[in-house]
Nanobody, 123 residues
Framework: QVQLVESGGGLVQAGGSLRLSCLAS????????MAWFRQTPGKERDFIAG????????YYVDSVKGRFTISRDNAKNTVYLQMNSLNPEDTAVYYC????????????????WGQGTQVTVSS
């Protein structure tokens, strides 16, 4: 089992920045993909960024490319999402997720989820 706990959400003005953290525990994560999704009310959970635990080039959806950066600190078992140039359309609940081996963008393929952290961007 893998346990994921997100933190770092909050309220920020448009143009501002936030850094989300996802602390992972429970088993070795050397073969796991770590990803961030976000969800707004009434909509599906959307993939926004992913990274392999042991290395490899991060992957981003176009809407966040150049503004968000996913990274990980293996020594701390933590994955981060640095979010810059935030705009009101980024308002959502952000989730950390994990799955083994292959990076995918479908929420249904991820085995483990955090509880989510709310990000609100005011105009």
């Amino acid at each position: 089992q893998v346990q994921l706990v997100e933190s770092g959400g909050g309220l920020v003005q448009a143009g501002g920045s936030l850094r989300l953290s996802c602390l992972a525990s429970g088993r070795t994560l050397s073969n796991y993909i770590m990803a961030w999704f976000r969800q707004t009310p009434g909509k599906e959970r959307d993939f926004i960024a992913g990274i392999t635990w042991s290395g490899g080039r991060p992957y981003y959806v176009d809407s966040v490319k150049g503004r968000f950066t996913i990274s990980r600190d293996n020594a701390k078992n933590t994955v981060y999402l640095q979010m810059n140039s935030l705009n009101p359309e980024d308002t959502a609940v952000y989730y950390c997720a994990a799955r083994p081996y292959v990076l995918t963008t479908s929420q249904t393929t991820y085995n483990y989820w955090g509880q989510g952290t709310q990000v609100t961007v005011s105009s």
